[in-house]
T-cell receptor, first 116, second 113 residues
Framework: AQSVTQLGSHVSVSEGALVLLRCNYS??????LFWYVQYPNQGLQLLLK??????LVKGINGFEAEFKKSETSFHLTKPSAHMSDAAEYFC??????????????FGKGTHLIIQP | DAGVTQSPTHLIKTRGQQVTLRCSPK?????VSWYQQALGQGPQFIFQ???????QRGNFPDRFSGHQFPNYSSELNVNALLLGDSALYLC????????????FGPGTRLTVT
């Protein structure tokens, strides 16, 4: 069984400030971890993923995340927020079982607000 | 290269009716997953199809069923609609050489009245 907890349903930062969105997971198999972004009335767009290898992963739009197995965390960061980053962000976990990919288990999401 | 497409965009149904939603995966992808996203919530996994078979299923009742066609496109069927079935239904596809990510379509907004 897998689960994801996103701390903070809403996060507000000033434009140009550091963005930190928190994600903790639990998984009974080696996890694959993802961050997705969703803009209003749209589907989900993949920001970045961790499968194996390097624990610091870089994604699109200047975002990055670090997989910390000991803390079961996969927090998302961006050094300098931009107004266009305002959106809903979802952390998700998956795994491989039975020779194929599992469905994704999502957190409840964090709404990122950028203050001018 | 077309991404994942879904139809229709919006749909309004009455309680007790049946609905069919459609999805075409990204080119080169053979696995299709369906998710339900209630307002203000994260998506919840309904089921996944691979080689025209349901490979994995989430915690959804049998009223939710699906199908995958030889061209990898897929349908989601919901019978005996309830008000609580109102949600955004998302389809996602992933490739044969699965590297972890799933690519999502824009979704179908279902409203049950």
């Amino acid at each position: 069984a897998q689960s994801v907890t996103q701390l903070g349903s809403h996060v507000s930062v000033s434009e140009g400030a550091l963005v930190l969105l928190r994600c903790n997971y639990s998984s009974s198999v080696p996890p694959y971890l993802f961050w997705y972004v969703q803009y209003p009335n749209q589907g989900l767009q993949l920001l970045l993923k961790y499968t194996t290898g390097a624990t610091l992963v870089k994604g699109i739009n200047g975002f990055e995340a670090e997989f910390k197995k000991s803390e079961t965390s996969f927090h998302l960061t961006k050094p300098s927020a931009h107004m266009s980053d305002a959106a809903e962000y979802f952390c998700a976990v998956s795994g491989i079982s039975g020779g194929g990919a599992d469905g994704l288990t999502f957190g409840k999401g964090t709404h990122l607000i950028i203050q001018p | 290269d077309a991404g994942v497409t879904q139809s229709p965009t919006h749909l309004i149904k009455t309680r007790g009716q049946q609905v069919t939603l459609r999805c075409s995966p990204k080119s080169g992808h053979d696995t299709v997953s369906w998710y339900q996203q209630a307002l203000g919530q994260g998506p919840q996994f309904i089921f996944q199809y691979y080689e025209e078979e349901e490979r994995q299923r989430g915690n959804f009742p049998d009223r939710f069923s699906g199908h995958q066609f030889p061209n990898y496109s897929s349908e989601l069927n919901v019978n005996a609609l309830l008000l609580g079935d109102s949600a955004l239904y998302l389809c996602a596809s992933s490739p044969l050489d699965y590297t972890g990510e799933q690519y999502f379509g824009p979704g179908t907004r279902l409203t049950v009245t």
